[in-house]
């Protein structure tokens, strides 16, 4: 009768008699979801047939409707973008909308497993089984990095959180947020408003708009208690070179990024992160997540993390291979220890879904060592309570490394924080109730879902080297938080089938021809085990003789004058987008002395790192890298699928060519640029700052008489505005602001996106609120320079950067890139999406 979802072979009244639909002008349109939404000439029967049968499904209803899953009837009707039939009402015993059935919060298989295993001291189980079924506690991090980290705490603990003193909300008491014990300078909070009463309640509208804003800025993190675990026991210096292996959505990786940048005052940390997902739609959001941080220093990649390739770098004039000091290693997992947020899991959990990821975990885990230096560090980690997914797969891992790893004792690392030591004994349980105390009671019918490595050592002695009490396992009731896994591995030596002689210093490589990939394996490059990696290199060879090989391989076609290109379809699958190229400019480009002479460039400033992402036409955008960066870049692009990397310092003007420079600064990379600035800068006071964000052109005079005496003498074009704070009055704003501005004809602007003015303007004691109209204000950042007071005072009619020479024109998930520059960029404050925690459990 029906065709697929999303099909147009029914008509709108069997859709709407059947229960689901998504109306619009009497077509269908979407997914089939449950409850009817129809409009035009089919409404009234569409109606009347969803009357008839909702008395039975009436009972069913509770909650509220979801909108993104296109469930229920405003679901299908506003919620998906139809239009629902005037009139349209739908009665259920809570009000008047749809939603899913209450979902029961049992699963006696569940109970039933983790009591046989143990995980739970003895006489905490109540409490235990009690926590998983309250909600989650919405928590949030300040971004430890920037200067002014310490401002966003001093306005969240003077103004936001004594405002929910003694608050009410639905009857309920509302309970000051408090700091995490074990988070260090009470930079994360938790609280126990629930993301619903957030989004609703008028009493919290303003805190709920402080924390969109922030969070769109980059100040602060809604992040899970748990997550931020990993980042904090990987111990991560700013010169450590890192690679986050499962890095999708990306809160743990702006942890990581905040590391390398402990000090400000260094634009360019020797160290980076390159931060890798397999799925990538989900790199953009990864990208989204780490924009807003703003560093040279990050690079998103999309490839398996089991296979992700081997990188080289350029070492005075010799090719190495690429290791990293820390490894990020958060694999994907069953997620039962998200019950608390991700409620299905009570009705979907089996232990089916632990022994078919096993496999992938651990090929994840071994692939992480492998490209581990000596003496690095590793932090593997699951949010999942099952011994399947942790301690069998560091227990395997750390068998098969032979010695050249080891547990690190972490307990030390983060007081405060309370936890339950590894096990050291468990079994393994098949979805139908089955167990299995060890490889040998397996039947073979049972070989292929059940592996050896899914057990613990049969050698007591081996076992106790181990050291598994060692692992971590954080259970809800302790510290009302989630349930979560972590095992800090240190590498000791090299991997047992990476280990070669050492080679004479200078004697080259011996060529060898690729090995052919046989036709069983997925992916090309791709070793699961060490087996067959053995099988794959000439004995004796390591990974840097691999790397070496390629080199010889590849020859120098990775690099063709600065360009590196998306990798060649022929060499491996790509799935996604294509990606523009990254172009480095030459150091003789005639486009780069122009913008050095504007702003006196320090002779200092890294001008081979600048690159951009075309290689044809006028250069619209300019974005800079890091050295390190930029040598992994040179070296690898036929390796890897780089999706992003870099931050926009400058802009092209439309109509440059009537100033002295024809870029102007992007305020994205300000902060990266302006220690090598010397010209164009105006050093103003609080009061100028206040006047430039809440006025749209504020004319000179309106300006201090200092700020005025340096800005009346200017040429036209982009400035710096500097506010340095002053010691002698710890009233006033305590950190360092440094501004994009535009120097008009008689009036001076800047290029703030809005909800960073909006938070500059919260840290001086003002609130803004969202919408208001304010005079020429900064609640109007599509308001271009051009405005029709004062146009001849912009860089341009339009908007300042074109739409089609952006990084990420025309690909989802990447707004800071897309057209309209910085300012339309960033999504309207008042939105309540939380990009950080969809998707599948990490």
């Known amino acids: 009768m029906c065709g697929p979802a999303g099909s147009s072979s029914c008509s709108p009244e069997v859709l709407a008699a059947d229960g689901g639909g998504l109306g619009r002008a009497g077509g269908v349109r979407g997914r089939v979801g449950h409850g009817a939404a129809v409009a035009g000439p089919a409404a009234p029967a569409a109606a009347a047939a969803f009357r008839e049968r909702g008395g039975r499904r009436k009972a069913q209803w509770g909650g509220r409707t979801r909108g993104r899953a296109g469930r229920g009837p405003e679901a299908c009707g506003a919620a998906k973008g139809g239009f629902a039939a005037p009139g349209a009402k739908f009665l259920t015993p809570q009000g008047w909308e749809g939603g899913y059935p209450e979902i029961v919060k049992e699963n006696k298989l569940f109970e039933h497993y983790y009591q046989e295993l143990k995980i739970v001291p003895e006489g905490e189980w109540d409490q235990f089984m009690g926590a998983l079924r309250e909600p989650l506690p919405a928590t949030l991090r300040i971004t430890g990095y920037k200067s002014h980290a310490k401002e966003i705490l001093h306005c969240l603990k003077n103004k936001y959180f004594k405002e929910l003193e003694d608050l009410e909300v639905d009857g309920q008491k509302v309970e000051v947020p408090q700091p995490l014990s074990w988070y260090p300078e009470e930079l994360a909070w938790h609280t126990n408003l629930s993301r619903k009463i957030l989004r609703k309640s008028p009493q919290l509208e303003k805190f709920h708009q402080f924390l969109v804003s922030e969070t769109e800025s980059g100040n602060i993190s809604r992040q899970e208690a748990v997550s931020m675990i990993p980042p904090l026991l990987l111990n991560a210096h700013p010169h450590h070179k890192i690679l986050d292996m499962c890095a999708a959505p990306g809160s743990k990786t702006t942890q990581l990024i905040e590391m390398l ?263 090309a490059g791709c070793a699961s085990t060490p087996s067959e990696l053995e099988s794959k290199l000439a004995p004796g060879i390591s990974d840097t003789g691999a790397a070496e090989s390629a080199e010889d391989a590849d020859g120098s076609g990775s690099r063709r004058g600065g360009v590196c290109g998306p990798p060649p379809s022929k060499k491996m699958k790509l799935f996604g987008f294509k990606e523009d190229p990254f172009v480095f400019i030459p150091e003789d480009d005639p486009l780069f002395p122009p913008i050095q002479k504007f702003y006196a460039l320090d002779p200092s400033f890294p001008k081979t790192n600048l690159l951009t992402r075309t290689t044809e036409g006028k250069k619209r955008q300019l974005y800079m890298v890091s050295k390190e960066l930029r040598n992994v870049l040179l070296n690898n692009s036929e390796r890897m699928k780089v999706i992003n990397t870099g931050i926009k310092v400058w802009c092209r003007n439309n109509s440059g060519e009537e100033f002295d420079c024809a870029f102007r600064l992007a305020q994205e990379g300000i902060y990266t640029l302006y220690p090598f600035i010397n010209s164009r800068i105006i050093t103003v006071s609080i009061e100028d700052v206040q006047v430039l964000l809440t006025q749209e052109n504020p004319f000179f005079r309106k300006l201090s008489s200092e700020a005025y005496s340096q800005v009346k003498d200017m040429a036209k074009g982009s400035v710096v505005l500097k506010y340095e704070p002053d010691p002698t009055k710890p009233d006033a704003l305590q950190c360092p602001i440094v501004l994009c501005g535009w120097r008009g004809k008689a009036s001076v602007r800047t290029f703030v996106p809005r909800n960073e003015r909006l938070h500059y303007l919260r840290m001086m004691g003002l609130e803004v609120p969202v919408g208001k109209k304010r005079e020429g204000v900064a609640g109007a950042p599509g308001a271009g320079a051009g405005s029709p007071a004062e146009p001849e005072d912009g860089p341009g009619a339009g908007s300042p950067a074109e739409p089609e020479d952006a990084p990420g024109a025309g690909r989802p998930a990447e707004p800071e890139d897309g057209a309209g520059a910085e300012q339309e960029a960033v999504p309207d404050a008042s939105s309540g999406g939380d990009p950080a925690e969809a998707g599948l459990p990490r």
């Open 261 to 523: 940048h402990a000090d400000m005052n260094v634009p360019f940390p020797e160290g980076f992160v390159i931060a890798n997902d397999v799925d990538n739609k989900r790199c953009y959001l990864l990208v989204h997540q780490a924009k807003r941080l703003g560093s040279p220093c990050i690079m998103v990649v999309n490839h398996d993390a089991s296979c992700i390739p081997r990188l080289q770098v350029d070492v005075n004039g010799r090719k190495e291979v690429l290791f990293y000091d820390r490894i990020l290693c958060d694999v994907p997992c069953s997620g039962d220890g998200t019950m608390r947020k991700n409620i299905d899991v009570w009705k979907k959990w089996s232990t089916l879904n632990s022994l078919q990821l096993h496999g992938l975990q651990l090929r994840i885990a071994t692939r992480g060592a492998e490209q581990l230096v000596e003496g690095g560090r590793m932090v593997y980690s699951t949010c999942s309570l099952n011994p399947i997914e942790d301690e069998a797969v560091i227990a395997s891992l750390l068998e098969k490394s032979e010695g050249a790893l080891e547990l690190a004792d972490v307990s030390s690392e983060l007081p405060g924080l309370k936890w339950v030591p590894g096990l050291s004994q468990w079994k393994v349980m098949t979805k139908d109730g089955q167990w299995f105390a060890s490889w040998d009671d397996v039947p073979h019918n049972r070989h292929t879902q059940i592996r050896p490595t899914m057990f613990p050592p049969k050698d007591p002695e081996k076992l106790q080297a181990m050291h598994l009490e060692r692992c971590l396992r954080i259970l809800p009731h302790h510290q009302n938080t989630g349930g979560f896994f972590v095992a800090v591995l240190v590498k000791k030596s090299s991997m047992p089938w990476n280990k070669r002689p050492p080679k004479p210093q200078g004697e080259p490589a011996e060529p060898r021809a690729p090995v052919p990939p046989s036709p069983a394996e997925p992916t």
